[in-house]
């Protein structure tokens, strides 16, 4: 049999199936595998919402989608060409994500009188022989019963091999894409360390799912390979939003010195921090499962008075009950980060689902004129850093910073070239000295960037009140004067503003520094933003790209960068927050796109929104022209 | 400190000359701060100021290691009276607050001082978490059974029928009994002492602060304003003698003027007796603080008939003190102990992860 490889510079997968089917799993080798193999890529779980929604139906079904390439890879895909589904509802509720043309890869087993109907098909119907996927390249494999076979001498429970067949369906997408089996098997045989019988099972099926490839006829001409992306050198791993945020508040623990409390509460799709934390309390590290969010925000500032980095984390139901807590620490001019991993709101809105429609929330959110500082990461990588910086802003400006993650670079993945500790920078932390005999301290006094010394329990000569009541400049001591609260108001106000003078100049992240159409984002809509704009100069126009991190207060040159474009346009997954920022705070004109599905953008749909919009301006402009007086 | 951190070593540094172990000759007065204080005059939180000023120099701790942390409400004006730590927070977090300090910064005395709205109402789930996990702080509970900041609403310990500015047609919720609360948080001290018994609400304090653990002490304070008199019963010379018993542990449970009145358990049912030829004060219920049934059966002295049969005098002193492990100690322990099972932290291999690739 000849063997013919075609070569491939991006492919996607998506792989479906039960809940107990082990899709994130085989997903998470997949791509750890294709890491290995020097592919650059980016990944997206989707999980259930229920914890056991019933085995076999449509709610039940995880999936996890990979796109991996020899190309630079933003975006875990829009939408994939080979899907794997392990049953039918697996392919129910998938189908939609599979490009016209595309390849199934279905498990007979799981299309049985049983799982149709669990799945909904209606009585009779098999998508798999009634001709409905005719469009579609479906390669049939009874993954189940070849399972059993290739285990047919083992002594493994049933239950035990059915859990296996994960590994079959692996083994199998091993072969189609050339990969090696190395780590797999690894990982199989370190994983089950103490039940040698299953880890030798394991892979006994993932080398039968390989030479099922191999051998069968189906399979002949459809080997792909897709080459070694080019990658900066360096070290890598792959990692989720999540962790790299966890991985970023241990890494500012160790360069500011001080200890670190994070305080809690369990919120999807949040939790993975608290667990992550909990693990690393070694490391100065104390993690407190609060009572309920405003608990946990409120310990936290317990802790930063006392001199800790005191940090909380939720998503947005619960960032609003922690808001009047938030006002207090924005009163005590204390550090604080609350960490925002966004969720589809309103109320409890779509938990598992994302958005970024909490940035207005982040920035004005609070009662009274209550500044903050707001940083967004762009990735799952980037997570590392956007937490160190926001750690670093509120410990050197001793302010509260919010930190909007979002459910969608959370759990998603890419490869990340992890730093050495010697190249983190430190932050500095400045505590108030003891004060001079007779000197009567002043909690206070500020210095040129308007930052007050962080008084901590403990030093003779400090003690001192604090509060929520408005203070007097300087003593603290409660004022209701006029005069002073208009003062402490601007006060806030300027040394918010003026971390602007201590984080970098906004930068374009690709195009020209002036032009035609400047497309603006921020957070986890990067990879697809950054994705479009390159894809639409390659269509010849004039596109450019600026990613803003620093969200309150804005880099100092925002204004000026925008003003060189003829478009600004801002794609968000909201109902437009960031551009009414824009229009409001730099009185910018700037044009909105927007979705609100829960649902990331997608490359495609994105550029035929913005192709929309730019004929819709320009035929504007164009009238305008027409119409020089208006009318 | 649990850790040893830039925190740590900035405290000690600063301790440097003023010898960490010695204890200045403090006075009560030492710890009244500049402030102005702002209660009604006439208002019991003034006796209240005064005897934890006075109790503290009696703590054992350096001035500049205590913290008062409260909420909102008269009560939580206190902190800023006090020449020590103190943070005046928002309404009900005191107790979480408290918590994420004394986690972190366990050597430090930490008080919260907070009012029967601040920790019944909308702080009640910070106030029971606390309790349960029996976080080492002294809890003060000023109960006035009134909104007095507020301009005197009823509050959660107010009697069902209270006619106040929010209920002209007398209040429909029932009260809360505090001390009922806080043991059925399984609180490790609960105890209760009124503004208008000065000497007794110093013993108080002071035996809060002994105690490991979340140290609740309900104080009954008077608000002159908009509640005068709600504890009338029990601090009028008149009436105090008989609708009072003062608990003391390892004593026999005994009131009235002349020291002739007793309470008896006949099994697990109290009642009162007259002590006379028959019955002697061995006869009655001995108080054993350590016993949670009992804890409970004292705490009940609360909701009984105003007089007659099964009319009880109010219950002061320690209820309820038992040793149990303080969550601060359990994280301070764990902290530690994974820190010697994983040994120094290396944040490079943590950064590099199970598993990685080289690009070159
Ligand atoms: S209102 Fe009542 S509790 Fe408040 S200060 Fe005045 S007397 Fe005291």
Request: charged share 25%.
């Amino acid at each position: 049999m000849t063997k013919h490889s075609e070569y491939r510079d991006e492919v996607t997968i998506r792989f479906a199936g039960d809940s107990g089917d082990g899709m994130q799993l085989t997903g998470t080798l997949f791509t750890n595998t294709s890491a290995l193999h020097g592919n650059d890529l980016r990944t997206l779980p989707e999980f259930p919402a229920e914890i056991r929604a019933p085995a076999g139906t449509v709610p039940g079904v995880s999936s996890f989608q990979l796109h991996f390439g020899s190309k630079e890879i933003m975006t875990p895909g829009d939408i994939c060409e080979v899907l794997v589904a392990m049953n039918s509802a697996a392919l129910k509720a998938n189908l939609d994500r599979l490009k016209r043309g595309g390849t199934i890869i279905a498990n007979s087993s799981g299309f049985d009188k049983k799982n149709l109907n669990l799945a909904k098909y209606p009585e009779g119907k098999n998508p798999l022989t009634d001709g409905s996927l005719a469009d579609y390249n479906v390669i049939e494999v009874d993954v189940t019963k070849l399972t059993k076979d290739a285990l047919a001498d083992s002594n493994l429970s049933n239950k035990d091999v059915e859990r296996s067949k994960n590994m079959f369906v692996l083994g199998l997408l091993y072969w189609m894409y050339d990969r090696s089996l190395e780590s797999t098997i690894n990982f199989l045989d370190k994983k089950f360390g103490k039940k040698p019988e299953i880890a030798a099972a394991n892979i006994k099926v993932l080398k039968a799912g390989w030479n099922y490839g191999e051998t069968t006829e189906t399979f002949a001409s459809r080997q792909v390979k897709v080459k070694q992306a080019s990658i900066a050198p360096g070290k890598y791993r792959n990692i989720t939003g999540n962790d790299a945020t966890v991985l970023g508040l241990v890494a500012a623990t160790k360069q500011s010195g001080l200890p670190l409390f994070f305080g809690s509460y369990p919120i999807t799709p949040a939790s993975d921090i608290l667990h992550g934390l909990s693990r690393h309390k070694n490391f100065g590290i104390t993690t407190f499962q609060a009572e309920d969010e405003i608990a946990a925000i409120s310990a936290s500032i317990g802790a930063s008075f006392g001199g800790t980095l005191g940090v909380t984390s939720s998503s947005g139901p619960g960032v609003a009950l922690k808001g009047e807590a938030l006002g207090l620490a924005v009163m005590l001019e204390l550090p604080l980060v609350v960490i925002n991993v966004q969720r589809a709101g309103p109320s409890t809105g779509m938990p598992t689902k994302t958005e970024q429609s909490d940035l207005l929330q982040a920035v004005y959110g609070r009662n009274g004129e209550s500044p903050v500082a707001v940083v967004a990461p762009k990735s799952p990588a980037d997570c590392f850093e956007t937490i160190f910086e926001a750690c670093r802003i509120s410990l050197e400006h001793m302010i509260p910073v919010m930190y909007l993650s979002d459910g969608y670079i959370a759990n998603g993945s890419e490869p990340w070239r992890y730093p050495q500790v010697s190249d983190l920078p430190d932050i500095a932390v400045k505590f108030a000295p003891k004060s001079k005999e007779d000197e009567k301290f002043l909690p206070y006094k500020r210095d040129e960037r308007l930052v007050r010394d962080w008084a901590v329990p403990g030093v003779p000569g400090l003690e001192h009140r604090v509060g929520g009541l408005e203070k007097q400049d300087e003593t603290g001591n409660v004022s209701y004067d006029p005069a002073n609260h208009q003062k402490m108001t601007d006060l806030r106000r300027n040394k918010r503003d003026k971390i602007a003078d201590f984080i970098p100049e906004q930068e374009v992240d690709s195009g020209n520094e002036q032009g035609d159409v400047l497309l603006v984002g921020w957070g986890g809509t990067y990879g697809t933003i950054r994705t479009v704009a390159h894809e639409l100069r390659q269509e010849g126009m004039d596109v450019s790209h600026a990613h803003i991190r620093y969200l309150s207060p804005f880099p100092k040159n925002l204004a000026k960068l925008f003003s060189g474009f003829k478009h600004v346009i801002v794609p968000e997954i909201n109902d437009g927050q960031l551009v009414r920022l824009i229009r409001a705070e730099l009185e910018i004109k700037a044009t909105a796109i927007n979705k609100v599905e829960g649902l990331p953008f997608g490359v495609e749909e994105l550029k035929s929104r913005i192709h929309n919009e730019l004929e819709m301006l320009n035929s504007k402009e164009n009238s305008e022209l027409e119409l020089p007086h208006g009318i | 400190m649990v850790f040893d951190t830039i925190l740590s070593k900035h405290v000690s540094d600063s301790k440097n000359g003023s010898l960490l172990e010695e204890i200045p000759n403090y006075v009560g007065k030492d710890f009244s701060s500049d402030q102005d204080v702002r209660w009604c005059p006439g208002c019991g939180d003034y006796t209240i100021l005064k005897q934890v000023q006075n109790a503290m120099p009696d703590i054992g701790v350096r001035k500049e290691d205590v913290v008062f942390i409260s909420g909102i409400g008269c009560a939580a004006r206190f902190p800023y009276y006090m020449d020590t730590y103190g943070l005046h927070s928002i309404h009900g977090r005191a107790a979480a607050i408290a918590t994420g300090l004394k986690v972190t910064r366990p050597e430090l005395s930490v008080w919260v001082i907070s009012g029967d709205g601040d920790s019944l109402s909308i702080g009640g789930n910070h106030f029971i978490h606390a309790l349960r996990r029996n976080v080492n702080v002294n809890y003060l509970l000023f109960n006035n059974e009134i909104y007095g900041l507020t301009k005197g609403q009823y509050s959660p310990t107010s009697p069902q029928g209270s006619t106040t500015k929010s209920t002209p047609f007398g209040s429909l919720d029932h009260a809360f009994n505090p001390l009922s609360v806080a043991l059925g948080a399984d609180g490790t001290f609960v105890a209760r002492a009124m503004d208008r018994d000065p000497k007794h609400l110093n013993e108080m304090i002071l035996r809060a602060n002994q105690h490991r653990g979340t140290s609740m002490l309900e104080i009954y304070q008077n608000c002159i304003v908009f509640n005068d008199g709600a504890f009338g019963l029990f601090t009028d010379k008149q009436s105090r003698p008989a609708e009072t018993i003062y608990l003391e542990h390892g004593k026999p449970l005994i009131f009235g003027k002349d020291k002739n009145r007793g309470i008896r358990l006949d099994s697990y049912k109290p009642e009162v007796v007259d002590l006379n030829d028959d019955i002697s004060p061995d006869d009655l219920w001995i108080h054993d603080e350590q016993d949670s049934y009992k804890a409970h059966l004292l705490s009940r002295f609360f909701d009984t008939p105003t007089s007659g049969e099964g009319h009880f005098p109010r219950p002061f002193g320690v209820l309820y003190a038992v040793e149990r492990d303080c969550y601060d100690d359990l994280v301070c322990k764990q902290n530690l102990a994974i820190l010697e099972k994983k040994g120094e932290p290396d944040l490079d291999a943590l950064l590099e992860g199970p598993e990685t690739w080289e690009v070159k």
